[in-house]
């Protein structure tokens, strides 16, 4: 027979299964006290999609339809990532050969590996699943000039991690006109050349040695496929510096840098913002008004400044390979002036498409986090291997468009917080 002794710690267990429940039926209601009366507070964010195959959150969805203030991703940093892109020169097969800077022998590597921190908030690393999900069953057009075709190219790249895009159309010198299609999310992408958004013709060699611009036309190459668009990103503003003579009904209304025309020289600030005007007007009128019921968003990439030291065709045109810090640089003269015009024409159209409740219109503002980085540009690999026998004096470079990978990667990060945000938009009005 064993005996328990009262000295020993055997006594123990039974004090304890006495005093259990009254601990578990004290403890509970001031749990539950403290849950109702302060709740615990969400965090910033959190995680949405991890695959293709998941959904969005309901509860995530709340939380990020309940900010009230956008983060402003125009102020901040460009701190150091070791991760580096989500792609390679090689990996996509869309790049525009003049900025896969990689694959045209670029020494250097490290414009690859910065990320743009904003001041106020995070800006996630795109997430491609997050994106095919959101564009399910849609169509996003890119329309515009050659920075249309940046941001696209990129976009595709990005995605094409996950789900290869198939070319389903292709038209026009220079793969102006393109047709993408993601059969694994039924989405449609596609970029129109339209360097003016408005009705223009170009300069050629065997014409005029100016654009001709039709300030009251849009530009129907691309806007005749307006109805079936979804999503719409637009990007103008270098082909306005160029020589160029407006018309504003039958009626000249002016010219830019026309030297030998008997007209009126006007600059390129107002011909840009009629432009602008013309363009969103156009969306407004038949996309608010139509009787489908089928919504557009609309989103406007602000100017991109150029970083050309000295000559274009000089070597070291655009020589620098890091950012600009905070403070170093500022948005002034023109590039201030032709972000500044968008940003002021976006927030006119917004005011007129209130009445209507499927447009939604927004400026995705790139100009300040594109004027930090002098350090993103093809410069003289916009051609393979320009040093392959001896540095020369003379060397053409591109110091306006983006290498891929590159900053332009930022742009599509921030498109896909905007996409985010009018998505949770959308599930909250319902």
Known sequence: MVTYSPSKDHSYPSLTRKLLPWTFYTIIPLVLFRLYFYPCPLPHSLPILISSS???????????????TPCDYTSGDWVQDERGPLYNGTTCGTIKEGQNCMAHGRPDMGYLYWRWKPKQCELPRFEPN??????????????????????????????????A??????????????????????????????????????????????????????????????????????????????????????????????????????????????????????????RGRGTNGKGIEVILTTFSPSHFEGDWD?????????????????????????RNIEIQEVEAAKLSAMQFDNLRLEALDVTKLSLLRPDGHPGPYMYPFPFANGVTERVQNDCVHWCLPGPVDTWNEILLEMIKRWAYQSIRQE
């Not at 020589?319 to 590039?335: A, I, L």
């Open 54 to 68: 998941s959904s969005l959150s309901p509860s995530t969805l709340e939380e990020e339809s309940s900010k009230e």
């Open 130 to 163: 997050i994106f095919l999900q959101l564009l399910s069953n849609k169509h996003l057009a890119f329309v515009g000039d050659s920075m249309a075709r940046n941001q696209l190219e990129s976009l595709l790249c990005m995605l094409a991690s996950v789900s």
């Open 165 to 286: 895009p198939n070319l389903v159309y292709r038209d026009g010198e220079d793969n102006k006109y393109r047709r993408w299609h993601f059969d694994s999310h039924n989405i449609t992408i596609s970029v129109y050349w339209s360097p003016f958004l408005v009705k223009g013709v170009e300069k050629s060699n065997a014409g005029p040695n100016h654009n001709k611009l039709y300030l009251d036309h849009v530009d129907e190459r691309w806007a005749a496929d307006m109805n079936g668009f979804d999503l719409l990103v637009l990007s103008v503003g270098h082909w306005f510096l160029h020589p160029a003579v407006y018309y504003e009904g039958d009626s000249v209304l002016g010219c830019h840098y026309c030297p030998g025309l008997n007209h009126t020289e006007i600059g390129f600030y107002d011909v840009l913002r009629k432009a602008l005007k013309t363009t969103l007007n156009t969306a407004i009128q038949r």
């Open 314 to 338: 000089k070597f070291g045109a655009c020589p620098k390979t890091k950012p600009y810090q905070e403070g170093e640089k500022s948005v002034e003269g023109m590039d201030a002036d032709m």
